[in-house]
């Protein structure tokens, strides 16, 4: 068990060299003050850093991982997680995500919500 993690983590961290970022989301992103950014990934702490380098992020200082959760997404615990480590109420946090547990997470936790296309479909 513990191998195949290791070894799938390998193949994702050397896959995600050369990944582009989504159109327009450096510009959100830098937009943002730093103190005020968090990223909430199901990913890893390895497989996660290596996407953000690879698209050209700096990792933020609210950075929260499967690590860092007892329960992942859909249950609110990440984004709430995320919440409280930059001082903001929830209902003030905006969480952009394209996933449906992301997004239900999210929803769950109170935060606003702006839901992306791309990964799967509009409804």
Do not use: M, Q
């Amino acid at each position: 068990h513990t191998e195949a993690l290791a070894h799938v983590t390998e193949l994702e961290v050397t896959d995600a060299v050369g990944l582009a970022p989504v159109r327009g989301a450096a510009v959100f992103f830098a937009s943002v003050p730093a103190e005020r950014r968090a990223i909430v990934t199901s990913g890893s702490v390895p497989i996660a850093t290596a996407r953000l380098e690879a698209a050209g992020y700096e990792r933020p200082a609210v950075f929260v991982t499967v690590d860092d959760v007892e329960n992942g997404k859909p249950h609110p615990e990440p984004f709430l997680t995320a919440a409280t480590l930059l001082g903001v109420p929830p209902g003030r946090c905006l969480v952009v995500e394209d996933a449906p547990a992301g997004i239900a997470a999210a929803r769950a936790a109170g935060c606003a919500v702006l839901a992306l296309t791309g990964t799967t479909t509009e409804e």
